[in-house]
């Protein structure tokens, strides 16, 4: 298990990273945290022939406090997020679904870029993120754009990002003091990918209703999804056992992957109602709290 | 947790049977280790393999051209050459079908070698296997055990119709009044799945072949030397000491699966004269998942005639094992290793029993920790529960009305196992009253009336150790043995000896691998010479042509515990009676009135003449002509031992397969969730009679170690494939080793009944909850399911399984 | 554009090294046969076993998931490290007194997982040592000794602190 050859560039900006993804083409992948793509070179799934190593790229390792969402640069490390009082204040549902990811050692490497990049169905940052509506920000040839989450997760593996495209930013809105969260999965070890897992935001009225609904799962499908029919079913609703129940049902539309050695489709199915319904429960229960 | 007695002594106490830290610690917790791929030699190149990517298929023309032409690249290896350079591996079978260290026209699993680069280093020689053109024509393939005896499953080898290596019909004791006598019959069929240890450490191997003195020197993580070195000469077709194996002092752990690899010393032997220059390969943890080795797979069908109050008066099974793509040596142990134990603690004196090994496309097994008594006691235990639940009798009554009384032993089963000691009732009721049994029982009707899914699980069992090698002539009839030399044994060897200065020196080949034998010798010689722990020193590293080895050395089977430090005492006693004669000459007394303690000979009977031992010792070295013309004044001791009670199999097919039969005792309660089916554990008890106890602190550690891998079979592991022989389990992402968050805390309770085989009266222990916790697991969870009608006959309980047969209880009209 | 040469600089247990590398060579082989330090050990190259577990710039990371030439400039602390003057630290010693390993494979990323662990949290529940310590694989112990030891070292570490 040892990578094949490659040629390596380790650029100190993002100016010129993007050169070298224009110079490269698709012979060139980027390096980020390598949690996920040096071990695909060790098996010789990924044998790029470049290598551009953005971990010098001082400028994209940041967390910012905006008015109403949080900036994180693209390098910034899993765990420093994690870890971070500001966005555990602030957004705690990225706090406790990056708990989720791996172990504390991979989190040290593991950056926020490169998981977004990297697109894997069930990663937890893409989920969240999903579900809060934040954006990403990616740097091109033609210089900067903005993406919406969905578009990012248009299809597998970040199919929305082009290969000579950096991710540079991601950005998180910041909770409203009138929304609550819940963050579960189910993993078949403590740190492994989840076989299914559940994000959810909810905006709070007046005697529990329900305003608005976010909701989103991971590990179910390509990549990604929100669970649509799940927050229609929501918004509007006084939240109680029923009205939740009959939300979570509607998870399984939501729900598209085969059978796999670990989990049935099926399972995974009847997982993400029984998930869907105790993260929207974990929601509800915290905002009574409050 | 088990409570241990302090490590410093009192005056006239022994160092045996104390938490004595291990010595090896130092250099491990200083990255000091010396692990097999630490080694490194002149002008050493690299081996990587080509595998196979077919579960089957026929094998054409090998293109290496332009490997060879890659620069770095020193030589390739195919399989051709191999069938040119080798014979075929012996084994106990017969006919048996030709295996070679690689596959020659054919593969039969996934990750079977066809090919050998050796390069400048492996990154070199990973470049060089992508430039190999292997002319590969897939064959179907079989996977599953029933499927591969059909009459028109893919036929594996021409030798082996219907794809069976091996297959015996036994009886023993009287089965017709049995039946007869039964009340009832009950019935099970179980599944227990392939999975292995997966030592964190893979497999290693440095070759290096001398032209001139047509010799081998390999270095390698192996377990034995065992039968192993044997095999590989045969096979490379050389004497025994032209082959000159070294183990490593330090291995990174091995339960068995480290004895799968030695076919990989010939293939790199092969290499390295191929390529004339020392070659090292390092598996690495996807070569080590698809293709190392795992235990085997099982189905048993298994009836028990009992009477309406629980007696069990007979067995009837059928077990069907599977050793993969072909059978390799000590297969066919898998079927037959656990025979003098197959009645377990119970008085079962009635056994009919047919097993069958069979070959399919999935890759190759060894005796992976436990030995398949995990398979035994899946089976065995959960008949006992189903007996229980049949007869409305509680689970631990049927137990407690089967075991086998205390004053029964030394107790001889009706397959020929002799137990050497123990207290079955009094273990197990220790467990129970730990456990609260009684008040759980209530607990857990009061909780199953909430719905909660609660269940308690049992498992009662021997558990044996010291292979007596004899076994594994099961395989053949009483008629084909007779005809062969016969084969018996268990034994282990230690030198001792002693310098100038008093300080002695051991010389072991038990070849450990994380079990701390040197800290072990270091007691027992302590006691014995009446000196410290720290004035003996071990030196523990194997060496064929400097260490005293036969076929049974090694570390497997939880030998050294028991016929590993019998040795050690043995060899002490050797030196101690020079010692005396030295003394008693020096003291002008008679040996028989002397005696030692505190670095000291002296007269029984009149302390204040003694000696101390250092003079002796000093004498001996420094003043040789001083002494007796007759007296044997070299300072050294070889033991020996082997087990008295390692005979051949007998003409009935009776055969003490182990030597030393412990014996645990699980309780354990598990809640599912009924919606994931996830299951966690409340609480569990599990209670160890090994005899005596020779460090508390170890000891510990072996039964925590067992239990983490009875829990890794129970839910988590399984080497899995699809219908095609495809590997679902290839990483350590889908082959899931449990993590700290996985296992519970266990509470260990032990009694000891000494062995009278041992000179310390301990027994083995090794493989502990290995053999039992996958069964007291299962009838946990059968408990739990109970109120749902559903049947635990296969594992490993993921939730994922246990999920759908929740689901399918619930759907079904009878629910 | 910075064109990339091979040589790196790179301090590991306080000793710097300047070393031409392939940019392809992982830093746990650049460490082992390289430098010749085989206390990291390699037990998956693929992230999950955590055998090869190493202080990078003082944060606990795979070697086996980052280049050797990645770590130019870096601080690294290997298992080495840890005893001083032929003294095991008290982590170490904890480890020794309760058994908290057996065969020493998994042992050298334990013990700076463990660092690392406790380092951040200086008194952790039994719980928090098993999450801390999920990352890496132990096929010996079953664990439970080396939480013992975690738990162990914890305490005499604090009344280290005390004592000074
Ligand atoms: C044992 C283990 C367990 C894990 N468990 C989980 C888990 O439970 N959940 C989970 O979500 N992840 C898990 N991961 C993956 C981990 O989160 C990775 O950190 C993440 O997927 C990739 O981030 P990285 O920074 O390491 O990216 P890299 O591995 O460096 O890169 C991943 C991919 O993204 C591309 N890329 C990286 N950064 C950028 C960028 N800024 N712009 C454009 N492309 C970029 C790379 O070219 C590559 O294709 C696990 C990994 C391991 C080894
Ligand atoms: S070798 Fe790096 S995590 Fe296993
Ligand atoms: S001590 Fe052997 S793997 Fe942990």
Redesign the interface.
Known sequence: ?????FEYFVPTSVEEAVELLARHGDDAKVLAGGQSLVPMMN??LAQPAVLIDINRIVELGYIREGDSSIAIGAMTRQRVVETSPMVRDKCAILSEALANVGHQAIRNRGTMGGTLAHGDPAAEVATVLLTLGGSVTVAGPQGKRELSPEELLAGPYAAGISSDELIVEINFPILAANETHGFLE?S??????A?AGVAAVLRMGEGNICERARVALCGVAPTPVRATEVENQLTGKRLDASTIQAAAELASRAVDCEDE????R??RT??CQ?YVRRTIQLALERWGNN | MTTMPPASKQAGEKWVGRSV??R????????????I??F?LPQLKHAAILRSPYAHAEIGEIDVHAALELPGVRGVLTGREVAAMSRPFAVGVSPAPKYYASAVERARFVGEPVAVVVADD??IA??AL?LIEVDYRPLPAVVDIEAAMAADAPQLHEECPNNIYSQREFVYGDMESAKKEADRVVTGRFLFPKYG??????YGVIASYDPFADQYEIWSNYQGPMVGHALVAQALGIAENRLRWIIPT????G?GIKTGLYPYIALMAMASKRCGVPVKWIE???EHLIASATGTDRLTEMEAYVKSDGTILALKDRAIDNTGGYIRAPEPGCAYRSIGNHTGAYQIRNLEREVLVVGTNKCLTAPNRGYTCQHLYFSLERMMDKVAAELDIDPAEIRLRNFIAADQFPYKTATGGLYDSGDYAAAFRLALQRFDYDNMRQWQKEARAEGRLIGIGLATVVEPSVTNIAYVGLAKSYLERRKEHPKSGSGEAIMVKMDPLGKVHVIAATNP????HDTVISQVVADQLGILPDDVTVSNVLDTHQRLTSITSGSYSSRFSSAGTTAVVLATQRLKEKLFRIAGHLLDAHVESLQNDSHKIFVREQPQRSIEIRHVAGTAHWNQSGLPEDMDVGLYGVGFYNMPTSEPPTEFDQVNSSNTYGFIAEVLMVEIDP????LQFLKWVSAHDAGTVINP??F??Q???????GIGGAI?EET?YDENGQI??G????Y????????P??DMIHQETPSPLTALGSKGTGEASAMSAPAAIANAVADALRPLGIEVNELPL???RI??WI?DAQSSPSQ | MRPVGRKITVTVNGEQYVREV?P??LLADFL??GLQ??????????G??G?CTILFDGVAQRSCLIFAIQADGAEIL???S??QSGK?NLL?KA?????G????????GM?MTALELLRENPSPSDQE???G???V???????????DSINAAALAIAGAEAAE
């Not at chain 3, 694989?137 to 939480?147: N, S």
């Open positions: 298990m040892k990578p094949a050859p098996f010789r189910m078949r070890r403590h740190g492994d990918f076989l050695y670990h989990a049935s099926e399972y009847h997982l029984v | 830290p291990r090896e610690d130092l250099r491990l917790l200083t990255g000091r280790g010396r692990f791929d630490d490194e492996r990154y990973e470049d992508e240890s997966t030592p964190i450490e893979t330090d291995i990174g752990g339960f690495d943890r996807q691998q994380g079990q701390g919606e994931t089916g996830a602190l170890l510990e550690g039964l925590q170690g067992g239990v983490a891998h988590f899995a679902l389990t990483s350590f992402m889908d899931l080793v449990p993590t700290s968050m996985e296992i805390e266990v993921s939730p994922n999920w759908h689901k | 392939e392809r060579l082992r046969h330090l085989f206390g990291t050990h390699v037990g998956c190259e693929h999950v076993c055998a290997t298992v080495e840890l005893a095991l170490q480890f020794h007194e309760h058994h390993l057996q065969c020493g494979f998994c042992t050298p013990l040592v098993r999450a310590i999920s990352g694989l132990c096929r010996c112990t079953g664990y439970k000794q080396i939480v």
